[in-house]
């Protein structure tokens, strides 16, 4: 049985996200357990609501100033502006926690 985890609500393969696959049963295995612990911790009165999470992300801007913004980890798209020449960015991020930085000609 392959090591996989459910980490942030998403399935991991020795930490690292992975794709689900349709009838893999090692993941059905893993979100069996996963199901049946969530059942058994709501009867026990535990809330398991997600929560949102925000990635404090840094960069140096194009005219070299160090920019540090909040960006939100379920957004898959966000724009920034650089306080000192005003030069946008926009960061987009994918499901499993990668981020990329643009920038927005005008």
């Known amino acids: 049985m392959k090591n996989y985890e459910i980490r942030d609500g998403k399935m991991t393969l020795d930490g690292k996200p992975v794709q689900l696959k349709f009838g893999d049963l090692d993941q059905i295995k893993v979100l069996r357990k996963f199901e049946k ?7 026990q009165g535990v809330d398991l609501e997600p929560t949102a999470k925000t990635i404090e992300f840094h960069f140096n801007c194009l ?3 160090q920019r540090s913004v909040d960006v939100d980890a379920d957004f898959g ?3 920034h ?3 000192h ?3 946008e960015y926009y960061i987009e991020s994918d499901n499993y926690d990668n981020y990329k930085l643009y920038l927005i000609e005008k």
């Open 37 to 43: 612990l969530s059942r058994e911790l709501k009867e």
């Open 63 to 65: 005219c070299g100033v």
């Open 77 to 79: 798209y966000e724009k």
């Open 81 to 83: 502006k650089c306080l």
């Open 85 to 87: 020449c005003e030069r």
